[in-house]
């Protein structure tokens, strides 16, 4: 079992930039790719940004690319997403999400195919 708790959520003004945390805790020893979905009221659940267990392999949503940076820290069970020149359009809830994996190198980025979430920290970017 994987508890995932997400931090980091606010209001920020247009341009402005936010990072968000999530704190995995897990078995010892084992692999998780990790990534972050966003859902924004009245629509479904998107994916956002994607990271292996080894940090070497990313993978971002169009949306995403060119001002988002997902990483993470292994030793401390944390993964990130660092998030600049935010829009109003990136006002959504953001889940972090994470898979248990037998390789270092690989990631997810289907909703599906992670079976822990966090429970999701809400950020609102204003115009």
């Known amino acids: 079992q994987v508890q995932l708790v997400g931090s980091g959520g606010g209001l920020v003004q247009a341009g402005g930039s936010l990072r968000l945390s999530c704190a995995a805790s897990g078995r010892a020893g084992r692999y998780y790719a990790m990534g972050w979905f966003r859902q924004a009221p009245g629509k479904e659940r998107e994916f956002v940004a994607a990271?292996?267990?080894?940090?070497?392999?990313?993978y971002y949503a169009d949306s995403a690319k060119g001002r988002f940076t997902i990483s993470r820290d292994n030793a401390k069970n944390t993964v990130y997403l660092q998030m600049n020149s935010l829009k109003p359009e990136d006002t959504a809830v953001y889940y972090c999400?994470?898979?248990?994996?037998?390789?270092?190198?690989?990631?997810?980025?289907?909703?599906?195919?992670?079976?822990?979430w966090g429970q999701g920290t809400q950020v609102t970017v204003s115009s």
């Open positions: 999400a994470a898979r248990e994996t037998l390789s270092t190198l690989i990631y997810y980025f289907k909703e599906y195919e992670y079976p822990y």
């Open positions: 990271i292996s267990w080894s940090g070497g392999f990313t």
